[in-house]
């Protein structure tokens, strides 16, 4: 007998049989129990998740001639061997993604008025629904909408927002969610069973992982593994399915925390190891999920194996790394992924998320290490006994020293901390130069448009927050145009909101400014 894919073999035959769709489960098989049936059903969902079987099972339930009290199909009659054969007359499955067009769904009109040859009710499954023409999918409209009663659609799809809106109003819909990883790390240990496989629990928890909850998905790749291994290990299954090894993903990781050239060396390897960058980067992804999860919810919510993994994979990075560091870590892999759809080079994708995350590693850490400790408050002091003082005695000044300020080398962490937060801010600063006025931060700008710009709300915020945070929370800030050598330097007040700064725009451009009516207006409307 030739041999068959263990998802053929291992395909759920009865209601109960299906994992991880209880509440779809439960509410057909009550249906089929009351005879309370619906004329179209459309099942939804990830690929791999059950939705042709629940179809054939719903088909077998409907035409059972011994239904079992709890909805089930006897699996014995004759209708219900004819219908796992293949064979059934009333039962017909079609592939929309080979038969789009409106000439099969027309056949499917013409036939429909025919009464059953051998059951029930004629069942149509049409699978790919989405794949059907805008035609076509108006001639099935028209078959949902008054089928005879012996008639039963079900429609199965991976892109239920494909459907016309007319289609999914007549229809019973039902989502089909992905598997857990422990369901299907449960079902490929009793498939190890059957075949006389020996597997490890983690090299079953690998399988689970890399089918990204498609049951079919993991049967497939067992079969593949089991192809060159009769006993499977975590790293024999990574090295036979092509996955990513938890030694290079230590490898990967680490480089990441350690900086760019390390972390473009891994890359390098791991592209000449052959490595398939798009699982690679779903592996990223899923790490950094992991550790941020480790990180906030605790080791407990993972199983032994995986938590000894993940707390490693967590020693790699600073224990200061803020949780929104974790988090524009996991929308650049997504920015990564949706330029992976779009045709976008797969090395180059994966490149260009990894090191935007390892900027924002070595930004985060800089900005911890800049950041200065709240001050500590002072003793009080107590009160000095009064004392009579002349009045041509000057008022005697406080022997409290002024607050020390840093030298202003430090200003290039203003400017790292300014470009991390606004860009555009950054590029007004970049070239500024600066100058210590005992307890003041004289910042020199190039230009006097720069001046008008960085006193901006939206720009000034930004500014005093960074150096704040660089030359501590006393620090006076003033800005001025020119250089710090030059005696003569234009200080600008800030711009009145919505007054156009007429005498820079003369000295820029000329002595003339020629202004619209609508201008015109807008500015009496100001100054009045």
């Not at 250089?483 to 005498?503: C, N, Q, R, T």
Request: hydrophobic share 40%; glycine share 6%; with cysteine.
């Amino acid at each position: 007998m030739a041999h068959q894919a263990s998802y053929r073999v291992y395909r759920p035959r009865r209601f109960s049989e299906v994992l991880g769709q209880a509440r779809t489960i439960d509410t057909l098989r009550e249906a089929v129990r009351q005879g309370r049936l619906t004329h179209a059903y459309l099942f939804s969902g990830p690929r791999g998740t059950g939705k042709t079987s629940v179809a054939r099972i719903l088909a077998k339930a409907v035409n059972c001639e011994n239904l079992l009290p709890d909805g089930n199909p006897c699996l014995e009659c004759a209708s219900c061997r004819s219908i796992e054969s293949g064979q059934h007359l009333d039962v017909v499955e079609i592939d929309a993604a080979s038969n789009r067009g409106i000439d099969e769904i027309r056949d499917i009109r013409e036939r429909i008025t025919h009464q059953t040859a051998m059951s029930r009710y004629k069942v149509y499954i049409i699978d790919e629904v989405h794949m059907l023409t805008p035609e076509a999918f108006n001639a099935l409209l028209k078959t949902l909408e008054e089928p005879p009663a012996h008639v039963l659609f079900v429609l199965a799809t991976t892109e239920a927002h494909k459907l016309p809106v007319t289609v999914l109003s007549r229809c019973q819909r039902y989502e089909f969610k992905r598997l857990t990883t422990a369901l299907i790390q449960e079902r490929l240990r009793f498939v190890a069973e059957q075949e006389g496989v020996s597997a490890t629990p983690e090299a079953l928890e690998v399988l689970a992982e890399a089918a990204d909850g498609a049951m079919r998905d993991a049967l497939s790749l067992f079969d593949q593994v089991v192809a060159t291994e009769r006993e499977l290990t975590a790293e024999g299954v990574q090295r036979a399915a092509g996955l990513v090894g938890s030694q290079e993903m230590h490898k990967l990781m680490g480089a990441l925390a350690d900086g760019i050239e390390p972390l473009i060396g891994t890359l390098e390897a791991l592209r000449l190891a052959g490595l398939d960058e798009k699982l690679v980067l779903r592996d990223v992804a899923r790490q950094f999920r992991d550790i941020l999860v480790y990180r906030t919810a605790g080791a407990e919510v993972f199983p032994g194996y995986r938590r000894d993994r993940i707390a490693a994979l967590s020693q790699l990075f600073p224990e200061n790394v803020g949780g929104s560091v974790w988090i524009e870590a996991a929308d650049h892999l997504a920015q990564a992924e949706s330029r992976l759809r779009g045709g976008f080079p797969a090395d180059l994708a994966l490149e260009l998320a990894l090191l935007k995350i390892q900027q924002a590693l070595q930004a985060d850490v800089m900005n911890e290490e800049v950041r200065p400790e709240p001050p500590r408050p002072a003793p009080r002091p107590k009160a000095p006994p009064p004392r009579t003082t002349p009045l041509s005695e000057p008022p005697m000044r406080s022997s409290a020293p002024e607050p020390e300020i840093k030298r202003p080398r430090d200003f290039q962490s203003v400017l790292d901390l300014v470009k991390r937060d606004r860009p555009s801010t950054h590029a007004l600063i970049d070239k500024a130069q600066v100058r210590q006025e005992e307890n003041t931060l004289a910042v020199f700008l190039e230009y006097p448009a720069h001046l008008n710009l960085v006193n901006q709300a939206q720009h000034r915020e930004v500014i005093d927050r960074a150096i704040r945070a660089v030359y501590g929370p006393d620090t006076r800030v003033e800005f001025r145009v020119g250089k710090p050598d030059s005696e003569e330097v234009e200080s600008a007040p800030l711009p009145k909101d919505g007054v156009p700064l007429e005498a820079e725009i003369r000295e820029w451009f000329g002595s003339e400014v020629v202004m619209t009516g609508f201008e015109s207006d807008q500015r009496k409307d100001v100054e009045r």
